[in-house]
Structure formats: structure tokens, C-alpha cells
């Protein structure tokens, strides 16, 4: 019964290979999102998709492409993988109906995919 | 552009003492403020939250204050205990637009000694 799941937990691959890692929500939500966080434990918007549509698109490199084939997954492609991109990537979901305030915006995170690059 | 800072980076308190982290934001349009905690390997999760609409508001052993003239809001923790120790993370976004944006603080590193 968890609410947003990611898979896998851990990755472990090698500099110039393509990954990808899942995200699903079973909270009805319309919004998902893609953090990455750094060593220092900083944490920073990726990417959010609304009802399947890209609506925020912040500076990452276009080696990093988000999915959506249905309101309730959100997965995160990553070509040409980097040293710099180890990192942890968490996803996260809320329901947003834009102009209604306070109509629950909580977002809520999955558990994280520790990805390390070699 | 957008910005939160967050203080302090890292906090140590004993079991029973009250801690203070403190977050200023650049954005004026901002309105919504969360605090969400992580624990070692999880995720974040919210804690508590805040609207512009209001200064203040508790639960239980937390509270959150806003002052909206100042960009300031803060989070009080009182009677700490050990499990409380975590990281903490302040934010700050728009609930009218941007479709929920939050902005994150750099996070806090809290330690509660038995």
C-alpha cells in the first residue's frame, strides 16, 4: 500500500551507459515530480509532469528525459550516464488543481534511487 | 531568482531542549511553505505547513512561524527527543501558479543527545 513507489532502490552502473528508474503513485494525484539530490543533501526540482504534460522543465541536460504514460507513473531516462550524475533521485506526486489554494498540494516523496555512476 | 536559505546546517541539542531553524525566501510571490523531514535512507515527508494567510501554527511539539514582510518564517521543535534527529528541510512555493514549485533550503542536520 505504498503510496509513491520507485524502482530500483539502488543503481550501480558504469560512465556512458543509458539507465532508467520508475516512479508510480497509487494517491490519484495529477502531478509528479523528479528531484535529484546531492551529496550535500541538497534538493532540486527536475522535472513535473501534470495529467501527462510537461509543465515544469528546469536546466538539466538533455540526457535526463521524463515519461509519463498515464497520470500515475512518471519515469526518468538518463543516456550517456555521467560521474556527476550520482546523486540520489527522488520522485514525488500532489494534486494540483491550479487557482484552488490549500486543496491538498502536499507532495508526497518516494523512498529514493541512490544511483552511482562509475 | 528564486532562492531559500536555511540555518543553521547543522544543530545539536540535548533530549528536552528546544530547537529553532530559520529560512528567509527571495520570491514575493511565494505563499506556501512547507517543512519536510528526512530520515537516514527515506525519503522526505511533511512534517507541517504554513500559508500565507496565517503567522503561526502549532501541532503538538511543533510550530511554524511567518512573517511575510520579512521573507522569515522559522520552525520550533520543543521538549526534543532522540528521534527527532534527522535532516529538516524548510521550502517555499506558489500555490496559485507554477503548479507547486517548492524551492528547498540547503536542509538542517539535527542531532537530539539522550
Known amino acids: 500500500d505504498t503510496a509513491v513507489s520507485q524502482t530500483p532502490k539502488y543503481l550501480v552502473t558504469q560512465m556512458g551507459n543509458d539507465k532508467s528508474i520508475k516512479c508510480e503513485q497509487n494517491l490519484g494525484h495529477d502531478t509528479m515530480y523528479w528531484y535529484k539530490q546531492d551529496s550535500k543533501k541538497f534538493l532540486k526540482i527536475m522535472f513535473s509532469y501534470n495529467n501527462k504534460e510537461l509543465i515544469i522543465n528546469e536546466t538539466v541536460p538533455n540526457r535526463f528525459s521524463p515519461k509519463s504514460p498515464d497520470k500515475a507513473h512518471l519515469n526518468l531516462h538518463i543516456n550517456s550516464l555521467e560521474l556527476g550524475d550520482s546523486a540520489v533521485y527522488f520522485c514525488?506526486?500532489?494534486?494540483?488543481?491550479?487557482?484552488?489554494?490549500?486543496?491538498?498540494?502536499?507532495?508526497?516523496f518516494g523512498p529514493g534511487t541512490r544511483l552511482t555512476v562509475l | 531568482g528564486e532562492n531559500v536559505e536555511q540555518h543553521p546546517s547543522t544543530l545539536s541539542v540535548q533530549e528536552g531542549d528546544s530547537a529553532v531553524i530559520k529560512c528567509t525566501y527571495s520570491?514575493?510571490?511565494?505563499?506556501?511553505f512547507p517543512w519536510y523531514k528526512q530520515e537516514l535512507g527515506k525519503g522526505p515527508q511533511l512534517i507541517i505547513d504554513i500559508r500565507s494567510n496565517v503567522g503561526e501554527k502549532k501541532d503538538q511539539r511543533i510550530a511554524v512561524t511567518l512573517n511575510k514582510t520579512a521573507k522569515h518564517f522559522s520552525l520550533h521543535i520543543t521538549e526534543t527527543q532522540p528521534e527527532d534527529s534527522a535532516v529538516y528541510f524548510c521550502a517555499a512555493g506558489d500555490e496559485y501558479g507554477g503548479y507547486n514549485k517548492l524551492i528547498f533550503g540547503a536542509g538542517t542536520r539535527l542531532a537530539v543527545h539522550p
Open positions: 520570491d514575493s510571490a511565494s505563499n506556501y
Open positions: 514525488a506526486s500532489s494534486q494540483v488543481t491550479p487557482g484552488l489554494a490549500g486543496v491538498g498540494r502536499t507532495q508526497y
